[in-house]
């Protein structure tokens, strides 16, 4: 109802007093914590742990959870607390940066077609949609079937993928931008076409490309545990959960605990990127 | 709930008393209609006006009981038709709804469901009512459209929504609203956003079918005019008060509230022009929603208010039925008047930056403001045969057709015309933000410029400059005042000290205070983005500014203070403009020529007085009759017919032959009519029709007619 | 209209398919580099490597290769296997209707689960019951479907021993046999697509809702469930639409975990075990199959939204 736009009374600092909101809310606030935690395990990793994560002891295999192994041992006995703690590591490291190669990537990508639009925009928009059409997991599995997989080449082929999915989202907001007309008020200072693109249009377009990175982020997340699971992600010796979980998955039916708590670590990581980006969509909204 | 329900006989179609009604946001309330006490009797027009964020749509809702999810009637009572409102029952007030109250709102586009054909959306409304469906409810769909006066209602009921003209929709609309013979039918702001020929049709619509069936209207709008027009008694809001409530004969012929005054002295009158003076202008800012309590909502602002204003609220006095919430309502036409020449600090917060240098009192005597001297042989802009033509559905649609116009420095040429006409598309032209069909010739001082803005020089860019229609989409919302006035001084090639001086002198030009240069947008108001707008433009030192609607998202108090910004820069700087708009009032206030286009052609072209007199190009003469004005003179109203072509249909010879009302016959559909001159003595008065100008000032002599004044000449 | 509107968004899927068999193709046969090397590995004999390369056919100019390769794909010749030695189209085709079977079941469990949730979420815009579903939905669709699915496994398998554990069923079992053994594989899908199907009605049905249509039907009088059925669903849950076709394409990746877990033999199983095998033609045929049933259900899709959606025939898209 237009009946409380206000002509007068300007709103001041209204990000601050958002940011205050955001900060006040719960979802955020579990979120950052349960992130918070898996980033300091995988900082510290082994350096933290109760015990050697990787040490064997034959004696004491697949024994179940209790005072001295609290979310009891694996085939080879080891410790698997420790090893969900070291765990962290190689997922929080292969995932962020495949986002943020995708989000560079991508930013740069949309920003262009959607400013000069025409035929390079059809073009681009075609190839898009033609990526689309393949779930990321098949193109990730095609791609690293025929390169290999590494650490490397996960980050690379996740960040790919994810370029053309956030050009897109970059691109239908630049084309919101450019039908405003301070694009046409810059133009007719005889600003150049990059100046309008990054001076101009790409401060307006951030927040949607922040919101969309930490939606990936955590899509990056799913997508790296699904490709280590079946073996074409993170590789062993890693005490990935996703590798754990496919090592002992045959063990279901009588030693559960060798692949609930790795599961129980992975979905808490995704729900907390989840909520976070939650909080964050709240304070770049509106 | 029975004496709710039982109707008192006679009973009034609505009435307020002591309403009051607040919106929660956060965690606070904002009342936003306070104390409004109002009655519309049986078969009575009553008119709500205000400027936007006054509570006149909020009234309009809850009289209907459909408040925003945030808002509730915090106090006071409502009846409809004799029925306490806030009574009913969920049921109840469905049945209120189906049978004795209907509402129509702005934007029919949107009030119409975009997947359902008309006639399911007309039918609906008889089964609810009246109980009957099929074959019976739509024939009685479509005898309501016949009476909406819808030519061909068969066609219409089998169309979707989309496939209307906005005028048409509205119609529907309207018929669907008047389907069950309400005792009370709201319309809140009915033809905003429609074309003035559209709106006048609408009006008279209204009108005719309020003669023909005796009903109540509460009519919101924010223009004065119309509601002069079709209201029997007014009522005026300001920040959610009734300041003043009468017949609007008595409230626009002796006002007796301040706030009124002002309203009605901001906009331009009939006739006006910029040497007679700068406009009115109300000072100061709205306060928030149920911010004043205690004191007059209006003593901020209102050049009468003494200290018993700002120490109690003053109660609805006078008689005869015209109150006013004024402790001195016998003072309010002494206004003192607030024009430019108002000490910006008036108007301006404290902190204000010191004029460059004083401005304004040069036009009182008009001298500088005289029509500029005779033209130089080569005009400071100058196209040939400029033409676009865009392709619609495969087919060419020219927007811009042949256009051959000057622009001489220091001269206002005012464009008018309804939405496709063309104009924007011409001043986009121009700026080069669209590129004209080959063939076509823009040249400034003589000099040919290149098509794209991209290919002009520094100096040709910055010549050549533009202040948009809506400002908040023409700033960049991330960057600061300073930084979206600095940007445009490197193009003058200002840096370091000179161009801070110079951003300050320009600030200060448009009115703008230090503290304004630090903030963003988003922090200003409409008023005062325009002017970071105008500063831009203005920033390169421009020989021509397009003025493309500049006030046409503002209220009418903000409006007249750009417009005088306007007028003073042109004074000092001798720029040159081209002012696009649809209000004619406003056009003919600032304009030295007016061109007035249809469907991207030029059909009447000349000084504003010619083009104002007559003779009239048809279509300038239908412009002028659909012209809301509360003080000018009533021609016999010419309405045009049909709808505006589009590419598909576009009419040979005389693009305007469809719709004209004095079309001479064959030749007209056969032959593209030349640009005349409007007589032998006509200097530079150029009509495009077959109908010879002497014909053309003889027939519309005739159908001139002044109506009697309502309100005492503002000048 | 509607004809020429189907026209042209078939031409652009035909588009869309090509760009995209060249993509695959490019991905089969150009990143792997020597597709010999890489099939018999990097132990094996250089001469065994130029053989197989000649066998296949991959020694010939690329544009030749695919050329080749994409008329017999059109006609229903998708190629030799590497590792069975045999054409690839009948395995492809029965793990296409295998995969079906099973996205049938969970598209018929979630599309009335997600539309209810949503649209009833929208009804409670802004109270913790509408904000807490769709935390719900969000969180659980970014969980991997691996993830997921062990704890179904452990919960209904393992502890409750109510439903199978692995989609294998026993030969020459019943349509009903059959069903059981399917609905454990697709809950993970469902919780996956909840969310995302939630949101989107949501979104439809709160906008449909604040829409001036909407406050016309409301002030006209008509009862709330006549205002909800004509008005609000009808225009709410049309984007609803193209992004469960959408969620098609998703799907397919979703099913490369799930049949491996449950020891299904369906499309994503085939690619899955085909880029293991370096089964090149055997990947490529899966893949592209994968997009030409997402092409088709997009172009469906927007059919379906065509139809509904009277703006859309005009034919300006």
Same mark, same amino acid.
């Given at each position: 109802m237009s009946a409380v736009a206000l002509e007068a009374a300007p709103v001041r600092s209204v990000a601050r007093e958002r940011w205050r909101a955001a900060l006040r809310s719960p979802t955020l606030i579990v979120g950052l914590l349960i992130l918070g935690f898996w980033i300091v395990c995988a900082i510290f990793g082994a350096d933290i742990t109760p015990h050697d994560p990787y040490a064997d002891d034959l004696l004491a295999t697949l024994s179940p959870p209790s005072a001295s192994h609290w979310f009891g041992t694996d085939q080879l006995g080891r410790d698997i607390f420790s090893r969900v703690i070291v765990g962290a590591r190689d997922i929080l490291i292969v995932a962020p940066l495949a986002t943020l190669l995708g989000t560079v990537l991508g930013t740069a990508l949309g920003l262009g077609i959607g400013y000069f639009g025409g035929v390079l925009d059809d073009v681009a928009s075609r190839i898009i949609e033609a990526l689309q059409a393949l779930p990321l997991v098949i193109v990730a599995l095609m791609a690293l079937a025929a390169v290999g997989t590494s650490n490397v080449t996960v980050v690379l082929v996740i960040g790919f993928v994810f370029t053309p999915l956030i050009a897109r989202t970059v691109r239908s907001a630049v084309l919101n931008e450019t039908d405003l007309e301070y694009v046409a008020a810059a133009r007719l200072r005889g600003d150049g076409a990059l100046a309008i693109m990054f001076i101009e249009i790409l401060p307006n377009v951030l927040p949607i490309a922040i919101v969309e990175m930490t939606v990936r982020l955590g899509y990056a997340i799913f997508f790296v545990a699904s490709l280590s699971f079946i073996g074409f992600g993170i590789q062993p010796p890693s005490a990935d959960w996703g590798i754990a979980i496919a090592e002992n998955y045959s063990l279901i039916g009588n030693y559960w605990w060798t692949v609930l708590f790795d599961a129980a670590a992975t979905a808490s990581l995704v729900i907390a990127v989840n909520l976070v980006t939650d909080g964050l969509a709240a304070v770049f909204d509106s | 709930m029975k004496d709710a329900a039982a109707k008192a006989p006679g009973a009034d179609a609505l009435r307020f008393e002591d309403l009051s009604v607040s919106y929660r946001s956060g965690r606070r309330e904002r009342r936003v209609l306070s104390g409004i006490s109002l009655a519309i009797r049986r078969g009575e027009s009553y008119g709500l006006v205000g400027e936007s964020g006054c509570g006149k749509s909020t009234a309009a809702f809850a009289a209907i009981r459909y408040l925003a999810r945030n808002g509730r009637v915090s106090g006071g009572r409502i009846f409809v038709d004799g029925q306490d409102l806030m009574a009913l029952s969920a049921l109840e007030l469905r049945r209120l709804r189906t049978r004795s109250v209907s509402m129509v709102y702005q934007d029919p586009g949107r009030a119409l469901n975009p997947s359902l054909r008309i006639d399911r959306q007309m039918m609906e409304v008889f089964e609810v009512a009246e109980g009957i469906s099929g074959a019976a409810a739509l024939a009685r769909s479509r005898d309501m459209l016949a009476r909406v006066q819808i030519a061909s209602p068969e066609r219409v009921l089998r169309s979707f929504p989309h496939e209307l003209s906005g005028g048409m929709q509205q119609r529907v609309i309207i018929a669907m609203a008047l389907s069950t013979h309400p005792a009370l039918l709201i319309l809140d702001e009915p033809t905003t956003g429609l074309d003035a020929t559209v709106e006048a049709e609408v009006l008279d619509l209204i009108a005719g079918l309020r003669a023909e069936l005796d009903i109540s209207i509460l009519f919101i709008s924010h223009s004065l005019a119309v509601i002069g027009r079709m209201c029997d008694r007014v009522g005026v809001l300001y920040a959610g008060e009734l300041v003043e409530e009468g017949p609007s004969s008595r409230v626009f012929g002796n006002p007796r509230h301040p706030y009124t005054v002002g309203l009605m002295r901001c906009v331009p009158a009939y006739g006006r022009r910029k040497n007679q003076g700068p406009l009115e202008t109300i000072p100061g800012f709205l306060p928030? !929603? @149920? *911010?004043? *309590? @205690? #004191? /007059? %909502?209006f003593v901020e602002r209102c050049g009468n208010a003494t200290q018993r204003c700002s120490q109690a609220a003053p109660p609805p006095v006078g008689l005869d039925g015209h109150l006013s919430r004024c402790f001195y309502p016998d003072r309010a036409l002494e206004l003192p008047r607030q024009g430019a020449t108002t000490p910006p600090g008036a108007i301006t917060p404290p902190g204000a930056i010191t004029p460059a240098r004083a401005i304004t009192p040069a036009r009182a005597d008009g001298a500088e403001m005289a029509p500029p001297s005779a033209p130089p042989a080569v005009p400071l802009l100058h196209t040939r045969h400029l033409s676009k033509t865009y392709l619609i559905s495969g087919k060419p649609f020219p927007a811009v057709h042949d256009i051959t116009i000057d622009l001489r420095q220091g001269e206002t040429l005012g464009l008018v015309g309804e939405s496709g006409s063309g104009k924007s598309s011409l001043a986009k032209l121009l700026l080069g933000l669209s590129v004209p069909d080959a063939g076509s010739v823009v040249q400034l001082s003589g000099e040919t410029l290149p098509p794209r803005a991209e290919g002009r020089t520094p100096g040709q860019l910055k010549a050549l400059q533009i202040v948009f229609q809506n400002p908040g989409a023409a700033l960049n919302r991330s960057q600061t005042v300073r930084r979206l006035i600095g940007r445009s001084l490197r193009l003058v090639g200002l840096t370091g000290r000179a161009a801070e001086s110079r951003l300050r002198e320009i600030a200060a030009s448009v009115r703008l205070t230090e503290r304004h240069l630090e903030e963003k947008p988003r922090q200003l108001s409409g008023g005062l983005k325009q002017r970071v707008g105008i500063a831009r433009a203005f920033a390169g030192g421009p020989k021509i500014v397009v003025c493309d609607e500049p006030t046409s998202a503002l209220d009418v108090s903000v409006q007249s203070a750009i417009l005088n910004l306007l007028v003073d820069l042109q004074a000092q700087r001798q720029v040159s403009y081209l002012f696009i708009s649809h209000d004619l009032n406003v056009v003919h206030y600032l304009s030295d020529r007016i061109a007035v286009l249809y469907l991207g052609r030029l059909m009447e072209i000349g000084p504003s007085e010619a083009v104002f007199a007559g003779p009239h190009h048809p279509y300038t003469e239908a412009l002028l009759s659909a012209n809301p004005s509360l003080d000018g003179p009533a021609t016999q109203r010419i309405r045009l017919e049909g709808e505006l072509p589009n590419a598909a249909n576009l !009419? #040979?010879? /005389? %693009?305007f032959h469809t719709r004209c009302p004095r079309k001479l016959g064959d030749i007209c559909e056969r032959e593209e009519p030349p640009l005349a001159p409007? @007589? !032998?003595?006509?200097?530079g008065h150029a009509i495009r029709c077959h109908i010879p100008a002497d014909r053309l000032a003889a027939a519309q002599s005739v159908s001139s007619d002044p109506r009697p004044k309502l309100a005492p000449p503002p000048g | 209209m509607i004809l020429r509107f189907l026209g042209r968004r078939a031409l652009l899927s035909l588009i869309t398919l090509a760009i995209l068999s060249v993509i695959v193709f490019l991905g089969g046969q150009l990143l792997p580099g020597d597709v010999g090397r890489a099939v018999l590995g990097p132990l094996a004999d250089a001469r065994a490597v130029a053989v197989f390369n000649h066998q296949v056919g991959v020694d010939r100019p690329l544009a030749v290769q695919y050329w080749d390769w994409i008329t017999h794909f059109v006609v229903g010749d998708m190629g030799r296997s590497f590792t069975f030695r045999a054409p690839v189209a009948p395995f492809v085709g029965a793990a296409l209707l295998n995969s079906m079977k099973l996205a049938a079941l969970a598209f018929v469990m979630v599309v009335p689960l997600g539309i209810a949730g949503g649209v009833w979420a929208a009804l409670r815009v802004g109270r913790w019951t509408d904000r807490a579903l769709v935390l719900l939905g969000q969180s659980l669709g970014v969980v991997p479907e691996f993830i997921s699915s062990i704890v179904l496994i452990l919960m209904f398998g393992v502890w409750l021993h109510w439903l199978p554990m692995s989609a294998d069923w026993p030969e020459g079992a019943g349509p009903l046999t059959q069903l059981k053994y399917l609905i454990l594989p697709s809950l993970p899908l469902v919780l996956v697509f909840f969310g995302y199907i939630a949101r989107v009605a949501r979104a439809g049905t709160v906008e449909a809702l604040d829409a001036d249509y909407t406050r016309t039907a409301v002030l006209k009088g008509l009862p709330m469930a006549t205002v909800m059925r004509r008005h609000v669903l009808r225009n709410a849950l049309l984007p609803t639409i193209t992004v469960i076709a959408s969620l098609l394409g998703y799907l397919a990746g979703g099913l490369v975990v799930i049949e491996t877990l449950f020891h299904y033999r369906g499309i994503g199983a085939l690619i899955y075990s085909a880029a293991r095998a370096k089964d090149f033609p055997m990947l490529e045929a899966g893949v592209l199959t994968v997009g030409a049933v997402y092409a088709l259900a997009s172009v469906l899709a927007d059919l379906l939204s065509a139809t509904l959606n009277p703006r859309l025939r005009v034919g300006r898209t």
């Open positions: - | 928030a !929603p @149920g *911010s004043i *309590s @205690g #004191r /007059c %909502v !009419p #040979r010879g /005389c %693009v409007a @007589g !032998p003595a006509a200097e | -």
